[in-house]
């Protein structure tokens, strides 16, 4: 369990900002059960739900990053979450996985060319003798422009997208999971993410979505 509980380049649990929201979010009680599912709200509702803040510079996949920022995607608030984590000695590691979202704004189908979101990251904790799940992306303002309920965690059950919104319409379905890393794997990820989406690695894409503004944000 040592790679899950060190700190790493991108699960940078030893990061001052990341050291002072984990121990102003662990909660009281020393039980590690309770301390992630006190980590996993804090992660998920401080950190905004935002794809066009992705970027081909590696340095923002770091948990610290996201903090830094206020605002995200899916792997940094993953990273975030672990490295929350692992500060507070509870074992944790990110899983990736290829989803196709039903209820994407269509500016950002436009943008993807696709319905399939590649390399979406959760986390997994270590909690009472395996691991856990849990998946603070999406905060709960997105989720009620979105009519889905927020996704809660108890650290006992899986937390992953529902498949439904409340009107019965489907969301998410997941459809390859890449596995469980102890740090993002760079290589690994933006070749997949290239492979996946060409078109925004090209040299007219530098900038790549930092310089837009998000429609998922009901601003």
Same mark, same amino acid.
């Given at each position: 369990?040592?790679?899950?509980?060190?700190?790493?380049?991108?699960?940078?649990?030893?990061?001052?900002?990341?050291?002072?929201?984990?121990?102003?979010?662990?909660?009281? =009680? %020393? @039980? &590690?059960?309770?301390?992630?599912? +006190?980590?996993?709200? $804090?992660?998920? #509702?401080?950190?905004?739900?935002?794809?066009?803040?992705? =970027? %081909? @510079? &590696?340095?923002?996949?770091?948990? +610290?990053?996201?903090? $830094?920022?206020? #605002?995200?995607?899916?792997?940094?608030?993953?990273?975030?979450?672990?490295?929350?984590?692992?500060?507070?000695?509870?074992?944790?590691?990110?899983?990736?996985?290829?989803?196709?979202?039903?209820?994407?704004?269509?500016?950002?189908?436009?943008?993807?060319?696709?319905?399939?979101?590649?390399?979406?990251?959760?986390?997994?904790?270590?909690?009472?003798?395996?691991?856990?799940?849990?998946?603070?992306?999406?905060?709960?303002?997105?989720?009620?422009?979105?009519?889905?309920?927020?996704?809660?965690?108890?650290?006992?059950?899986?937390?992953?997208?529902?498949?439904?919104?409340?009107?019965?319409?489907?969301?998410?379905?997941?459809?390859?999971?890449?596995?469980?890393?102890?740090?993002?794997?760079?290589?690994?990820?933006?070749?997949?993410?290239?492979?996946?989406?060409?078109?925004?690695?090209?040299?007219?894409?530098?900038?790549?979505?930092?310089?837009?503004?998000?429609?998922?944000?009901?601003?």
């Amino acid at each position: 369990m040592h790679e899950y509980l060190r700190p790493s380049r991108f699960i940078d649990s030893d990061h001052p900002a990341v050291v002072e929201f984990a121990e102003s979010h662990r909660g009281a =009680s %020393r @039980d &590690p059960l309770q301390q992630a599912v +006190s980590l996993y709200y $804090a992660v998920r #509702e401080a950190v905004r739900y935002n794809p066009y803040t992705f =970027s %081909r @510079d &590696p340095e923002t996949l770091r948990g +610290s990053h996201a903090l $830094a920022r206020g #605002e995200s995607y899916c792997v940094p608030k993953a990273t975030l979450l672990a490295g929350c984590a692992r500060h507070c000695g509870i074992a944790a590691r990110i899983g990736l996985a290829d989803v196709r979202n039903h209820l994407s704004t269509p500016r950002l189908l436009a943008l993807l060319r696709s319905d399939v979101f590649a390399m979406h990251g959760y986390t997994e904790f270590y909690l009472q003798g395996r691991w856990v799940k849990a998946t603070p992306a999406f905060n709960q303002r997105l989720c009620e422009l979105f009519d889905v309920a927020p996704l809660d965690f108890d650290g006992r059950q899986d937390s992953v997208f529902h498949p439904f919104n409340r009107k019965g319409e489907q969301l998410m379905e997941y459809l390859v999971d890449h596995g469980q890393f102890a740090d993002v794997p760079q290589a690994f990820f933006f070749a997949h993410l290239e492979k996946c989406y060409p078109h925004l690695f090209s040299a007219s894409q530098s900038s790549l979505l930092g310089d837009m503004h998000s429609d998922l944000s009901g601003d």
